[in-house]
């Protein structure tokens, strides 16, 4: 089946570091990615996404490119903020209608 | 409305009682989802609908976990005699389409169901 695997966390990281969480995925078929984001006490926020192969997501400074030969959709941004502190989760979906599957999430924490 | 409705906030139950959540979706949203948060982050799909049709339920417990999207009613989520188990935070989502790769999925805040 579809599974999402993300780099355990929690990550702690100084403010203006650079930041990279891995994401690698296993699937059936030809998915779409995503990074969801979930700040303390809300819900999920769309970050980014690719739909195919080579295509780089990007949003607020976050970017990630799906890779297909590794099968894998590492997010990165050059200079974080204390903003960004969040729980971070890598995502797929199938072609077609099938529901989201996540990864376990990974927990980042900006400090200044 | 222009977000994704859950209530109520937080829900505290002891085990062996029944658990109600709503979720009003965006206006104009046809679909609806329900996902299971547990502990360690982790996101569980449990059912969706196409208006007030069960669209996928391949995720929702077999026992004691129901569901409804109803005409002009908050759709809903129902533990029947909970389990400490089922302590999680449950979300709701809504989207015009069924495929998340086409249009976006707006999460609500999510209810906190406690169990004791």
């Known amino acids: 089946g579809n599974s999402v695997t993300q780099m355990e966390g929690p990550v702690t990281l100084s403010e203006e570091a650079f930041l990279t969480i891995n994401c690698t995925y296993t699937?059936?078929?030809?998915?779409?990615l995503f990074w969801y984001v979930q700040y303390p006490g809300e819900g999920l926020q769309l970050l980014l996404k690719?739909?195919?192969?080579?295509d780089k997501g990007s949003n607020k400074g976050f970017e990630a490119t799906y890779r297909k030969e590794t099968t894998s959709f590492h997010l990165e941004k050059g200079s974080v903020q204390v903003s960004d502190s969040a729980v971070y989760f890598c995502?797929?979906?199938?072609?077609?209608?099938?529901?989201?599957?996540f990864g376990k999430g990974t927990r980042l924490s900006v400090i200044a | 409305g222009e977000e994704v409705a859950q209530t109520p906030k937080h829900l505290v139950r002891g085990e062996g009682q029944k658990a109600k959540l709503y979720c009003a979706p965006i206006?104009?949203?046809?679909?609806v989802f329900w996902y299971q948060q547990v502990l360690k982050n982790e996101f569980k799909f449990l059912i969706s609908?196409?208006?007030?049709?069960?669209?996928?339920e391949t995720g929702m417990p077999k026992e004691r976990f129901s569901a409804k999207c109803l005409p002009n009613s908050p759709c809903s989520l129902e533990i029947q005699a909970t389990k400490l188990e089922d302590s999680a935070v449950y979300f709701c989502?809504?989207?015009?389409?069924?495929?998340?790769?086409?249009?976006?999925?707006?999460f609500g805040s999510g209810t906190q169901l406690s169990v004791l």
């Open positions: 989502a809504s989207s015009q389409s069924a495929s998340a790769t086409n249009e976006k999925l707006f």
């Open positions: 699937a059936t078929g030809y998915p779409s």
């Open positions: 690719a739909t195919k192969a080579d």
């Open positions: 995502a797929l979906s199938d072609p077609g209608n099938t529901p989201l599957v």
């Open positions: 206006k104009g949203h046809s679909y």
């Open positions: 609908f196409q208006n007030e049709n069960v669209f996928d």
